[in-house]
C-alpha cells in the first residue's frame, strides 16, 4: 500500500515529467513569464471563427508541439487527460478527435491539470501506461461570456475578479528514469465556506488550499522548510494572501516560498485586478517557468497546488455557494524516497 495518510500517495517508482509545451495569448506574452513560454499568439482568436475555436486551437497546438519536442507520434502515447473550462469540455473533447489517443476528459475547474497529473502518475507508476499527455486550457474571452458576461456588454469587472488566462499547457508524463520526478500526490477535499461571488474566486479557493498543503505536511511530515517552492493555482493577489494568512495560522510558516501562478503570469501594470486565473493558467506557468526552472536545477523541489472553483453559471444565478478544491503535487530532480 503506497496511501499515506488519508489523502497522499507516495510513488515508490516515481513517474518522470519528461517535457512540456506552452502556448498563450498577446497579453500574457505582455507578462513577466514570456521568456517561458514556447509560443505566443499574437491573435487571441488564433484565426478562428469564435474564441471557442480559438481555444480549441491552442489546446490542440500545445500537444502537436509536445509531440515534436519527444520525437513521438501519437501512437506511442497511451491515454491523453485533460479538461477546460467550457461545458462538456468541448475544447479538450474535441483536440482529443483530432489526436486520437485513449481519452479520459477531466473537469476539475482550474485544479483541473493537476487533477490531470495525478491520475496519469498513478496511471505510469502502477505500470498501465508508458506515456501520457496531461492537457488543459482556457481563454479569457470564452470563459467571460460563459460565467459572467459577454464583453460587448461592457460590464465593469470588480476589483477582486480575477483575468482568465488565455493558454493551454501540455506535458508527457512517462516511465523514464529522467528527472524531474512526481514522487507525492495529495487529493484535496471539496471545501465551501459559504462565498457566492463568482468575481470573488480567490477568497473562495483560498480554504481548499490551505486543507491540500496542510493534509499534505500531516501525510508526509515535510514542512515549508522542505521546499523551494510551494506555488497555488490561481488564487490570485487576494486568495494568496489569505491562503498564507490561514497557514501561518496552522503554525506553517510558508511566507520565504510561496506564491500562486495568477499571481506570477500578470504584472501590476497590466491591470487585471486580481491577477491570474483559469484552467490555463496552472497549466501554462507549470509547463514553461517551472519546469524550465526544474530542469535547469534552479530549484529542486516543488510543492505544485492547482485551485479549481467549481460553479457553474447555472450555479451561480441559483445563488448557490462556490464548492472549492485543491490537488497537490510533489515534483524533485532527485527524490528522497525514505521520507514520507
Known amino acids: 500500500m503506497h496511501k499515506i495518510g488519508r489523502q497522499t500517495i507516495r510513488f515508490p517508482n516515481p513517474p518522470s515529467i519528461s517535457n512540456t ?95 490531470g497529473m495525478q491520475l496519469a502518475a498513478c496511471l505510469v507508476s502502477g505500470q498501465f501506461a508508458k506515456n501520457v499527455i496531461v492537457s488543459s486550457s482556457s481563454h479569457f474571452s470564452s470563459a467571460e461570456r460563459q460565467y459572467r458576461s459577454p464583453l460587448e456588454s461592457g460590464v465593469q469587472r470588480k476589483m477582486t475578479a480575477q483575468w482568465t488566462v488565455t493558454g493551454s499547457g501540455a506535458i508527457v508524463i512517462s516511465d523514464q528514469q529522467k528527472s524531474p520526478y512526481i514522487t507525492h500526490i495529495t487529493t484535496g477535499i471539496v471545501q465551501d465556506y459559504g462565498v457566492k461571488e463568482a468575481d470573488n474566486m480567490g477568497t473562495a479557493m483560498a480554504p481548499a488550499a490551505v486543507e491540500t498543503i496542510i493534509a499534505h505536511f500531516n501525510d508526509t511530515g515535510f514542512q515549508p522548510k522542505d521546499y523551494d517552492l510551494i506555488i497555488t493555482g490561481d488564487l490570485g493577489t487576494i486568495g494568496k494572501e489569505i491562503s498564507m494568512d490561514l497557514l501561518s495560522r496552522e503554525g506553517f510558516d510558508v511566507s520565504n516560498i510561496f506564491t500562486d501562478c495568477g499571481v506570477e503570469i500578470f504584472n501590476e501594470e497590466q491591470d487585471t485586478h486580481a491577477r491570474g486565473s483559469g484552467a490555463g493558467c496552472s497549466a501554462v506557468v507549470f509547463s514553461g517557468y517551472i519546469y524550465k526552472k526544474l530542469r535547469n536545477k534552479e530549484l529542486n523541489r516543488v510543492l505544485f497546488v492547482p485551485t479549481g472553483a467549481l460553479l457553474s453559471p447555472t450555479t451561480t444565478l441559483q445563488g448557490d455557494s462556490i464548492p472549492c478544491i485543491a490537488h497537490a503535487v510533489t515534483i524533485e530532480n532527485e527524490p528522497q524516497l525514505g521520507r514520507g
Open 21 to 115: 509545451a506552452s502556448i498563450v495569448g498577446p497579453k500574457e506574452a505582455e507578462g513577466p513569464l514570456k521568456i517561458y513560454f514556447d509560443k505566443v499568439e499574437t491573435d487571441d482568436t488564433c484565426g478562428e471563427t469564435s474564441y471557442e475555436k480559438a481555444e480549441e486551437c491552442i489546446c490542440y497546438t500545445a500537444i502537436q508541439m509536445l509531440l515534436q519536442k519527444e520525437k513521438l507520434q501519437a501512437t506511442d502515447i497511451d491515454y491523453y487527460l485533460g479538461g477546460d473550462l467550457l461545458n462538456q469540455i468541448i475544447s479538450t473533447s474535441f483536440t482529443a478527435q483530432k489526436i486520437a489517443i485513449p481519452f479520459f476528459g477531466l473537469y476539475n475547474a482550474c485544479a483541473t491539470f493537476s487533477e
